[in-house]
Structure formats: structure tokens, C-alpha cells
């Protein structure tokens, strides 16, 4: 809201500079987010909380002021009129609705000469960002920022039957606002209407035909209260607020209704020659009790940790406008004003006496801090850092894309979409429904890195994923990478290679390796459909698959703009996570040297390499403590469709030193099995 | 004779020096000192020289074998030590580097602000992004139909499910699974239907804390973000409360740190106002209470929250929110 400070000191003393102004009101709990130097002079832009309607108003800053400064004068405008009974011998007004409608006061003022403003009124209109419009309305907007009442003039002559009924409307009514914007209305909004149709949508804006104009001669001004809600739902509803809706959803001030009337029409009859009627209208014009809190010394002390005496609680209270009813020296009973419906319960109290007496005289400490073993000892956090770190290890980069994706992104994917959790109300549709897996996040990180011409990407993400499983809307962690490009960027020493296939198995074999999980395999089927399903596999754990890896189709990279191969994978955190070993044991190596054989097999390509190691670890059993391939060969020196592996072999006894003679013979043995067994040829 | 003797020492020792190599200098011992060697040979030739010299050549003899020996001994060494280091090597070559991972700064961040945390003594807990409209507003003390609800706006899912707006709904959580005393933290994800741009996103991190426990004062709030603030951004950081409201927490502040960048005095980064707003804190509203079961009578708390992107970029001059999710290896790579 705007605050002209030179209008502001109208109604408060202000003793200190611009500057220092906005320090205590900032410090205070009133944020000044601008300051702006205009032809008005200075005008302040303050942010009231939503739990503060009461600085939506001039006079209500003013007396904030007052409370914080403790020492000064309030001036307070006073215009009070008669009240006289009988308004519905001149005018029938009637509520329908009294919980929509709590209060509604009126006032007739005749013969008005409606003309432009004069020069106070327009300057002070213009300094709150409004146009001046004519003299009635103008008071209407003053005292609306005067006193933070909404107010309406309606031109008595245009409303028909002398009455004004206060409904809800019909399905279908049908009311062209004062923007000129036609608007149909529904049941739950409210109104104000005549007898043939609405002038007005109660608390947010008029209508035009009724609107006050420079031939209006008879006004009826309203002052009123409307339920807080409902004009909040009316407000959303029609994509329309004001500065009378915004103050109406924030609830008014109840004692202000009849004196922001009163003001008005006593400003409407000074400036615009109007004959005041003395009859006044007023549907609910009993006094209303004022709320009452209970807060003890003793209790503010505690809390806010202060040393603070009773006199000066009593002090604060006083400057904030609130009574002490039956109180001793310890335990206060306070009567909260009207236009403090923010207070209702001690400890509101107790941050009022807090931010006066200043957040900044209460002390520092350090609490004692119990932790909760429970929590401490949650290994789910140390596994999402240990994945994390192992990734990084590896030399990965952690991305972290939106959970958020397009059902197109999903389709470009061959992603399956019956599953797939929507948004309701998303910002757009490349963004409206909740990802089930991480894979399109890392294809499109892949996609955006690889053309930019990045040489080798390495990404890597852990993060949820979303999906309906079994009718229950499901949030799993999952952990995925992305590949592609050179391997090795730097090494100028061999000839270049590309990441592949092998280097996304060599990264869950080792991310395994370091969560001390094995009986793992890989399996050809069972990956989902962006895989060529001729470079792809499924990872298997005790025969359930807990991800998979493998080369993006081809076809699929078009559309995210990609034109090398890519190679990906996806692992279910949840199901690893029950076979990760945390706990780590010392295992003896043999204090005896191994023998190293090396050993080339000759078979065919389509018989997978596992065969040939799983003779040889048959037939070795213990003493083969490790097989590594270190050459595969396709060329000239084998026959067609056969291939080479050349794998080393380490032989080693935990007991003793193994002679050559044992070596050989467990050798041979070898050798003959692969060849008897699984027909290949040794070179 | 002697003069023989002299000019093959010369001759010798200039081999020695010449030599490059160990192979080199054993030809050189073999060739001179060897069984078939010029000074052996020239030695065996003695028997043609008056017996009166003999003594004397005899001397020199050995003298200068020895002398050579020793030549041959030291150049093999500095010969050796040569050849062990090999073919000089052109340093200036670049290195072969292999590929270093790294953390995204939002973990990084998130990880050195819970460190601090931890260091005083608070739990990490973790809980669900989707959540119920009740753990996400109603609980936490904002009712519907309620202005103080468009501060936090969320999106919406099925029945009455939602992504949740902030991390304070894993602190009902808590509290509806276990008794005070409890201080723990929770760092995570949360949405916002905010148009994206520079400043805003509409997913984004937050760490928020609680501590409930008997006694817990405002003091005690001031503290532990005073500590935050000290290890977090320097001993020589300020740090000021300000009076706010949220409708979970009674009394509540925001709280601000001296701007890190112009030191208080004003700039850009803070707006010319020197400080810098980093954190929303407050009491806990005994309404809070009251929806997890605890009796509000009876317990005290103060709660905490911040945004992990807002406080990434004031540390590290990030100025684009949208770049934490562009995953840019240029970007990616400088943490």
C-alpha cells in the first residue's frame, strides 16, 4: 500500500527523518519495500502481512506509528452526525443474508453538486496511484484509504424502487461493472440489487448503471461489512480484485463502518453542497463486545527469555491502543480493540509486546539440543550420500532437472502414459504431469549439453519418480546416468574411443562393488522401449529387476536434436537398498604368491563370454582367485563369425605356495573342459 | 716406459668421460684394464725394462689402475643414475586428466547447511513430495478460504492430494511419530505455481527446522540462527530479526544477514538496504500443536526455513535461478 508521507503526518506526529521513519517501521514488523520521491513528496510503499488488515489504511499506520514511538499525538478526524431512526420511511433497505452481510449502514445526502475535485482532494487521490473521477467518488476512494472502510456511492435517482436488497444472485444475472466488463453472474456471488436488477457486486465493485455522474443530484452512500470469504471466492471467481475486495477479504474494522460513513458524509456535504439526511440505516447498530486475552508476566518473560516489569507491559499495552480490564502485577486481562481481530490468543499478545519492546533487546542463547537416535541412525540417508559419492567418483556430474514433464517428452520416449500422474492446475503443458522415471530428464540434460558441442557428457541424478501403482499414487527414489561422447577427453597417448554399452555396465558393476552387493546379473529382456533392444539389459537381483542400462534408440534421438549414441541407465534405489552390506567385515588375503596364466578362446560370437568363465571357475574352484579379459579379438587371425577372448587367469592357494607342476595340471584340466564342454578352440 | 704409461692414462680418462653409458664404460675397464688390456699388456712387457726401474713402473702402474678404477666407478654411477631416469620428458605436455565428478551445488549447499545443523545437534529427517492438503495447510495452522493461503499456492493432484509447498509438512510428520524433545531439520524439495524467471521457479529446495522441547525460548531461535549465520557466511556477518507473520508461527520474524557482497553499505545484490533477507522463523503456533496431538500448554518450539537456490546464489553470485536446472556442464563442472 502507499503511505504519502506528508498525508500520514496529517494524523500522527512524526519527529524523525524519512529514513529513520521507514528503519522503525521496518524494524517494527511494517516492511517498507520503496521509497519514491514524486510531486506528492515522499510516499513510502509498505507490505501489510495478511494477518494485518489494518495497515490498509492510513489512520492505521498512524497509529502503528504511535505504538512504536511511544511518545506523540494521534489526530484523530472527528465527524460525528446524527443518527436518527426512521431511513426506512425515505428508502426500504434489505439484507437477505445476515451472515454474509453482518453490517450494513446507509445514508441519503441530497441536492449533491457533483463537479471535478478540489485541488486537496485531487492531489491526494492521484498521490494513491487513482484517477480523480468527480468530487462524491473522490471521498468515496479518500476515506476508503483513510480509514481502510471500503465505501459506495450509488446515484439514488438510478435505483429503482426505492430499495436496495442485499441477495445473493441468480444463475445467469447478468451486471456490466464500472470497468465497463459485462459479467454473468452465479448463486454464490453476492449483491446489491434494486428491485429489478443488481447495481453492485457487494464488496468488490459497482455497477455502471448506477454509478454517481455529473447529473447525479441524490446519493446514497453504503458502508458496510461483507463476509470475508465469500468476497474472496467472488474476487477469485471473476478474475477481479479491487482495493475495497482486498480489504474485505482481510476482514474490516466493525466500529469503522459507521465512522468511515460518517466522515464521508460529512466531507460529501462540506465539498459537494450536498443537504445531509439525519435518518441513518444501520442493520446491525448494536455495540459488539470486544475480545478479552489473558497474559501473565511471567509467561512473556519465559518465552521471549526478557527481563521486562509489569510497568512496562502496561506501557506497550497502552501505546497499542489495548485496555487493561481486571489486572494485577503479574497477570494483565487485556481488551482488544476492534480493528486488532489479529489478537485472539495470549501468545499474539505476546509477539506484539515483543516487536515493540524490539526483537533486537531480546538475547542470544544456545539451546541444549537432544538428538533423536532413531533419526541418527537412518541408513537411508547414508545411502543416497554413498550413491552420490560413488557417482562422483566415477567421475559423473549430479544434474537435477524437474520433477515435471510434458506427456510429449514421455511419448518421445516410448514412455508409457496410463500411469502417469497429472497436474490439475500446471503452469503449462510442458510441465503438467508428474515424471515416471528419471530417464527423460537425462536424455533431455544429454541432449542439451551434447549441442553445445560438450565433447564427453557424464550426468548422473538420484531423485524421485512418480507413478499409480495398484491405484495408490507412488514416490520411489530411483538413481540414473547418462553417457556419451569421447571416454577419454584428455588422453592424447591412445587413439580415441567413445563411451559405450560396456562403460554403463562398468558403472553399476562398480556402484555395486562399492555398495558390497553381488549375486547380481544381467538379463536380455525385461528394459523398457527407448532401448535398442539389441545393445540394452536389464539389471537383475535375486531374479527381480531393479533397473537397466543400454543404448537409446536411434530414432528416438531425433527428436531431442541428437545425433551420437547415447547410453543410459536407471536403477530402483528402493529395491537395492535391502541388499546393500553396511556393514563391513576384514576378509584375509593368502600370504602365498598367485600364478598368472593367460588363456585365448576361440568361439563363436553368439555364445556369450559368461560360459566360458563359468567352466573355468567350475573346474578352478577356489584356486582361481581371479579371470580377467584383457583382449577380444574379431579379424583375420580367427575364422569367420568366431572371436577371440583372451582372459589371464591368477591361480592361488590360501594354504600354501603353488608349484608350477599344480598350476599346469589345473591348467590343462581347464583347457580340456572348454574345449570338451563348450567346443572352442584354444590359440 | 713412463711416458707410455702417462699417455695411456690420458687417453683413458678422456674414454671415461666421453662415456654415455654403464656398456660403454665396462669396454672401456675391459679394454684398458682387462686380461688382454693395454695397461695388462704393457705390464707383461715389464721383463724388457732394467731391473732397477721396475720398482717404480711397477708403482705407477698400479697407481694409475687404481686411478682408473675409481674413474670408471663414479661415471658408472653418474652414468647409471642417467639412465634409470630415462629419455628426457617435454613437461609442458598436457596431463591426462580423468574425468572429475561432481555434486550439483544445490546438494552441495544443502549439504553444508545441514552439516551445521548437524554439528548442533539436529537430526535430518526426509519426507514425501505429495502430500495431503491437511499436513500441507490445515495443520500448519492456514485454513482455507484464507488470504494467507496465496503465499503458498501449490499444484494440485488428485482427491486431496498436492505437491507440497513447502518442507513443513515432514515436521508434522515428526511430530505426529514422535514425542519432544525433538530438533531436527528437513531439507527438500517443494513447488510453487510461479512463473519461471530469473528469481523464481516453480520447484525449488528448502531446509526448514523445529525444535520442540520444554523451556525452548526466543532466545534460543536467535541463537541457533545466529550460529547458522556465523558458520555459514563468516564470523563477521550481522544478523537482525525483523518482526513478520506467518500464520504457523506466533511470534515470527524474517530474518536478515549484513549483504555479503557490499559488506551493509548498499548495492545492487541487497537493494541499497545492506541486508539481505535469508530466513522466515518464529514460535510455533500452539494451533500447530494442537493438529499433531501435542498439548500446547505444555510444549514450547521455534521453527525455521530457507531457501537453498536463494542462499546457493547469494554465496556463490549465481544471478539466474534457471541455471541450477539447466543442468549446464559449464555450469555444473565450476562446483
Not at chain 1, 287 to 310: M, N, T
Amino acid at each position: 500500500m502507499r503511505v504519502p508521507l506528508e498525508w500520514l503526518k496529517e494524523y500522527v506526529d512524526i519527529n524523525v527523518t524519512s529514513d529513520e521513519l521507514v528503519q522503525k517501521l521496518t524494524l517494527g514488523g511494517l516492511e517498507v519495500t520503496a521509497i519514491e520521491d514524486t510531486p506528492f513528496g515522499k510516499i513510502f510503499e509498505v507490505e501489510a502481512t495478511s494477518n494485518r488488515p489494518d495497515w490498509l489504511s492510513l489512520l492505521g499506520i498512524a497509529r502503528e506509528i504511535y505504538a512504536l514511538e511511544g511518545k506523540g499525538k494521534l489526530k484523530w478526524p472527528n465527524t460525528s452526525l446524527p443518527h436518527k431512526r426512521g431511513f426506512e420511511k425515505i428508502f426500504n433497505i434489505i439484507i437477505m443474508d445476515r451472515e454474509m452481510c453482518p453490517r450494513y449502514t446507509a445514508r441519503i445526502i441530497e441536492n449533491v453538486k457533483v463537479e471535478s475535485s478540489p485541488d486537496w482532494l485531487k492531489k491526494k487521490v492521484e498521490s494513491m496511484g487513482l484517477r480523480s473521477i468527480c468530487n462524491v467518488v473522490d471521498i468515496t476512494n479518500f476515506v476508503l484509504f483513510e480509514y481502510g472502510q471500503p465505501l459506495h456511492a450509488f446515484d439514488l435517482n438510478k435505483i429503482v424502487g426505492s430499495q436496495i436488497v442485499v441477495r445473493l444472485a441468480k444463475n445467469g444475472e447478468k451486471i456490466k461493472t464500472l470497468d465497463g466488463i459485462e459479467r454473468t453472474l452465479n448463486k454464490e456471488t453476492l449483491v446489491i440489487a434494486d428491485v429489478q436488477k443488481p447495481i453492485a457486486i457487494a464488496g468488490v465493485m459497482g455497477s455502471e448503471n448506477s454509478e454517481v455522474d455529473f447529473n447525479t443530484t441524490n446519493v446514497i452512500l453504503e458502508s458496510a461489512c461483507f463476509d470475508a470469504t465469500s468476497v474472496r471466492k467472488t474476487s477469485r471467481k471473476i478474475g477481479l480484485i479491487t482495493d475495497s475486495s482486498y480489504r474485505f477479504e482481510r476482514t474490516v474494522d466493525w466500529e469503522a463502518v459507521r465512522q468511515a460513513n460518517d466522515r464521508a458524509a460529512y466531507l460529501i456535504c462540506k465539498y459537494a453542497g450536498g443537504r445531509l439526511r439525519e435518518e441513518f440505516f444501520d442493520s446491525a447498530p448494536a455495540k459488539r463486545s470486544l475480545k478479552k486475552i489473558k497474559i501473565s508476566q511471567q509467561e512473556i518473560s519465559e518465552i521471549l527469555a526478557i527481563e521486562i516489569d509489569s510497568e512496562e507491559i502496561r506501557n506497550i499495552l497502552k501505546r497499542l491502543g489495548i485496555s487493561l480490564k481486571k489486572s494485577t502485577k503479574t497477570s494483565f486481562e487485556c481488551e482488544i480493540p476492534s480493528y486488532r481481530r489479529d489478537l485472539t490468543i495470549a501468545v499474539d499478545l505476546i509477539e506484539e509486546i515483543a516487536r515493540i519492546f524490539s526483537y533486537d533487546k531480546i538475547p542470544i542463547r544456545l539451546p541444549v539440543v537432544k538428538p533423536n537416535l532413531e533419526l541418527e541412525c537412518s541408513k537411508l540417508h547414508k545411502t543416497e550420500d554413498v550413491i552420490k559419492e560413488i557417482f562422483v567418483s566415477l567421475g559423473f556430474n549430479e544434474v537435477i532437472n524437474y520433477s515435471l514433464t510434458g506427456s510429449e517428452v514421455l511419448r518421445n520416449l516410448r514412455l508409457k502414459l496410463d500411469d502417469v500422474i497429472p497436474i490439475q492446475n500446471p503452469i503449462s503443458s510442458e510441465v503438467a504431469v508428474l515424471r515416471p522415471s528419471l530417464l527423460s530428464g537425462i536424455v533431455q540434460s544429454l541432449s542439451y549439453n551434447l549441442n553445445r558441442r560438450v565433447e564427453q557428457v557424464k550426468i548422473f541424478e538420484l531423485a524421485h519418480v512418480y507413478s499409480r501403482e495398484t491405484r495408490k499414487i507412488e514416490e520411489k527414489l530411483n538413481v540414473s546416468f547418462g553417457l556419451s561422447g569421447l571416454k577419454y577427453i584428455y588422453d592424447w597417448e591412445d587413439k580415441p574411443k567413445n563411451l559405450d554399452f560396456f562403460d554403463a555396465k562398468g558403472t553399476v558393476e562398480a556402484l555395486f562393488k562399492a555398495l558390497r552387493i553381488s549375486n547380481f546379473n544381467f538379463s536380455e529382456t525385461g528394459f523398457l522401449n527407448l532401448f535398442n533392444p539389441s545393445n540394452a539389459a536389464a539389471i537383475m537381483l535375486k531374479e527381480k529387476m531393479v533397473g537397466y542400462i543400454g543404448e537409446v534408440c536411434k530414432e528416438l534421438l531425433e527428436d531431442f536434436n541428437i545425433n551420437t549414441p547415447v547410453f543410459v541407465g536407471e536403477l530402483f534405489v528402493d529395491s537395492i537398498f535391502p541388499f546393500i552390506d553396511f556393514n563391513r567385515k576384514f576378509v584375509p588375503f593368502s600370504s602365498y604368491p598367485f600364478v598368472a596364466r593367460d588363456i585365448a578362446v576361440v568361439i563363436g560370437e553368439s555364445i556369450p563370454a559368461s560360459n566360458i568363465i563359468s567352466v573355468i571357475r567350475r573346474i578352478g574352484k577356489e584356486l582361481v582367485k581371479d579371470i580377467r579379459l584383457f583382449d577380444r579379438y574379431i579379424g583375420s587371425q580367427v575364422s569367420c563369425g568366431c572371436v577371440s577372448l583372451a582372459f589371464n587367469i591368477k591361480y592361488q592357494s590360501e594354504k600354501k605356495t603353488l608349484t608350477d607342476e599344480e598350476v599346469n595340471e589345473l591348467h590343462s584340466k581347464i583347457c580340456l573342459a572348454l574345449q570338451e564342454e563348450l567346443k572352442v578352440q584354444i590359440r | 716406459m713412463q711416458e707410455k704409461l702417462r699417455e695411456i692414462e690420458t687417453i683413458a680418462q678422456q674414454e671415461i668421460t666421453r662415456a654415455t653409458s654403464v656398456e660403454e664404460l665396462e669396454n672401456v675397464r675391459i679394454q684398458y684394464l682387462g686380461r688382454k688390456g693395454v695397461l695388462t699388456e704393457l705390464l707383461r712387457n715389464i721383463k724388457d725394462i732394467p731391473l732397477s726401474e721396475r720398482p717404480l713402473i711397477g708403482k705407477q702402474a698400479n697407481v694409475i689402475k687404481q686411478k682408473l678404477l675409481s674413474s670408471i666407478e663414479v661415471r658408472i654411477r653418474t652414468v647409471g643414475r642417467q639412465e634409470k631416469r630415462g629419455k628426457k620428458v617435454d613437461i609442458t605436455l598436457p596431463g591426462i586428466k580423468p574425468a572429475v565428478g561432481t555434486l550439483h551445488p544445490i546438494t552441495q549447499v544443502t549439504k553444508e547447511i545441514g552439516n551445521i545443523f548437524s554439528s548442533l545437534g539436529f537430526s535430518r529427517i526426509d519426507g514425501p513430495e505429495i502430500e495431503t492438503t491437511f499436513r500441507n495447510f490445515e495443520a500448519l495452522n492456514i485454513p482455507q478460504d484464507h488470504p494467507s493461503r496465496d503465499s503458498f499456492d501449490t499444484f494440485y493432484l488428485e482427491k486431496d492430494l498436492l505437491l507440497r509447498s513447502h518442507t513443513s509438512p515432514v515436521q508434522i510428520r515428526a511430530m505426529e511419530k514422535y514425542r519432544p524433545p525433538l530438533y531436527i531439520f528437513v531439507p527438500g524439495r517443494v513447488y510453487r505455481p510461479d512463473a519461471v524467471d530469473a528469481s523464481h521457479s516453480f520447484m525449488f529446495h528448502q531446509i526448514e527446522g523445529l525444535a520442540v522441547d520444554k523451556g525452548i525460548t526466543f532466545a534460543d531461535l536467535k541463537g541457533v540462527l545466529h550460529m547458522f549465520v556465523l558458520k555459514m557466511f563468516g564470523e563477521k556477518t550481522k544478523m537482525r530479526f525483523r518482526p513478520h507473520f506467518f500464520p504457523f508461527t506466533e511470534p515470527s520474524a524474517e530474518v536478515d544477514i549484513s549483504c555479503i557482497i557490499c559488506g551493509g553499505k548498499g548495492c545492487r545484490v541487497c537493494s541499497q538496504k545492506g541486508w539481505l533477507e535469508i530466513l522466515g522463523a518464529g514460535m510455533v503456533h500452539p494451533n500447530v500443536f494442537r493438529s499433531v496431538g501435542y498439548e500446547p500448554k505444555q510444549c514450547r518450539g521455534f521453527a525455521f526455513g530457507m531457501g537453498v537456490e536463494r542462499i546457493a546464489m547469494l554465496k556463490y553470485g549465481i544471478d539466474d535461478i534457471r541455471f541450477f536446472f539447466e543442468n549446464d556442464c559449464r555450469f555444473l563442472r565450476q562446483f
